[in-house]
């Protein structure tokens, strides 16, 4: 099993950043790749980034050029750094760690908060 634990949210005025962390432990070499997604009140759950243990990334469109998505292999963590914050960022972020092409997993953490504030 992996367990994913997300940490860094908080309230930021627009235009702030923030930092965001996913930290696996378990059978962590079970896994890959690790991608963030957000999920605000009454709507889906938006992907936002991804990266393999390689370090290739592929960033959605709605994030690309303000966030930027990092890893500590050392570490089994994975960064999400959000730059210029709009309100609309508001959500509630999640990480998932899997094997690519595989069965394994997702594992999903518990989420972070992060409130923009205009």
């Known amino acids: 099993q992996v367990q994913l634990v997300e940490s860094g949210g908080g309230l930021v005025q627009a235009g702030g950043s923030l930092r965001l962390s996913c930290a696996a432990s378990?059978?962590?070499?079970?896994?890959?790749?690790i991608a963030w997604h957000r999920q605000a009140p009454g709507k889906q759950r938006e992907f936002l980034a991804k990266i393999n243990t390689d370090g290739r990334i592929v960033y959605a469109d709605s994030v690309r050029g303000r966030f930027t998505i990092s890893r500590d292999n050392a570490k089994n963590t994975v960064y999400l750094q959000m730059n210029s914050l709009k309100p609309e960022d508001t959500a509630v972020y999640y990480c998932?760690?899997?094997?690519?092409?595989?069965?394994?997993?997702?594992?999903w953490g518990q989420g972070t908060q992060v409130t923009v504030s205009s």
């Open positions: 378990g059978n962590t070499f079970s896994i890959n790749t």
């Open positions: 998932n760690g899997r094997r690519a092409w595989t069965e394994v997993g997702p594992y």
